[in-house]
T-cell receptor
Framework: DAGVTQSPTHLIKTRGQHVTLRCSPI?????VSWYQQVLGQGPQFIFQ???????GRGNFPDRFSARQFPNYSSELNVNALLLGDSALYLC?????????????FGPGTRLTVL | AQSVTQLDSQVPVFEEAPVELRCNYS??????LFWYVQYPNQGLQLLLK??????LVKGINGFEAEFNKSQTSFHLRKPSVHISDTAEYFC??????????FGTGTQLKVEL
């Protein structure tokens, strides 16, 4: 079975632009979470979605938004990019959200903001 | 809310030597604890997890960790490391649900 897939692998943008990152969960998984990993730090939770509804949000500005589609894939959108948004963005999928289920991480999208 | 402290940012060790990577957590509720490994330019891979039961948990690649509630610790150990264990290791905690709180990571560098 395919694991969690993310696209694109790498992305370069300039300040002020917007970006859309995509994630496809493991087949049968209905929950998707997004994390931001700045160089030299641990991942920080951004969002969790389950059954197309937001189930959790981390301490990120409103420039960050996400959605989940009927096929459980997800998009993370970031508007008005800042240099500090440069990071590895990780997507994780799990069976559901209600109790702990193992999360499987994708390879990430490396975003560079110039 | 939960927090995780990984005191060692880097741990150098010779091949075949034992290693311990330290992790301490803070939480007002019962927790689930995890160790993840990240190889260069890759995502995170789960090494092991503590959900309940035995406080000594064994994971992949010969790693194990011990949950110590009184010391709020979850240190990762391996009796004999290999060059291929060189990677970044993250301790993480959740009080339930899927929101993980990660530590800042420990870079394990295995030398010949």
């Amino acid at each position: 079975d395919a694991g969690v897939t993310q696209s694109p692998t790498h992305l370069i943008k300039t300040r002020g632009q917007h970006v859309t990152l995509r994630c496809s969960p493991i087949s049968g998984h209905k929950s998707v979470s997004w994390y931001q990993q700045v160089l030299g730090q641990g991942p920080q939770f951004i969002f969790q979605y389950y059954e197309k509804e937001e189930r959790g949000r981390g301490n990120f500005p409103d420039r960050f938004s996400a959605r989940q589609f009927p096929n459980y894939s997800s998009e993370l959108n970031v508007n008005a990019l800042l240099l500090g948004d440069s990071a590895l963005y990780l997507c994780a999928s799990s069976v559901d959200h209600a109790t702990y289920n193992e999360q499987f991480f994708g390879p990430g999208t490396r975003l560079t903001v110039l | 809310a939960q927090s995780v402290t990984q005191l060692d940012s880097q741990v150098p060790v010779f091949e075949e030597a034992p290693v311990e990577l330290r992790c301490n957590y803070s939480s007002s509720v019962s927790v689930y604890l995890f160790w993840y490994v990240q190889y260069p330019n890759q995502g995170l891979q789960l090494l092991l997890k503590y959900l309940s039961g035995s406080t000594l948990v064994k994971g992949i690649n010969g790693f194990e960790a011990e949950f110590n509630k009184s010391q709020t610790s979850f240190h990762l150990r391996k009796p004999s490391v290999h060059i291929s264990d060189t990677a970044e290791y993250f301790c993480a905690v959740t009080g339930g649900g899927n929101k993980l709180t990660f530590g800042t990571g420990t870079q394990l560098k295995v030398e010949l």
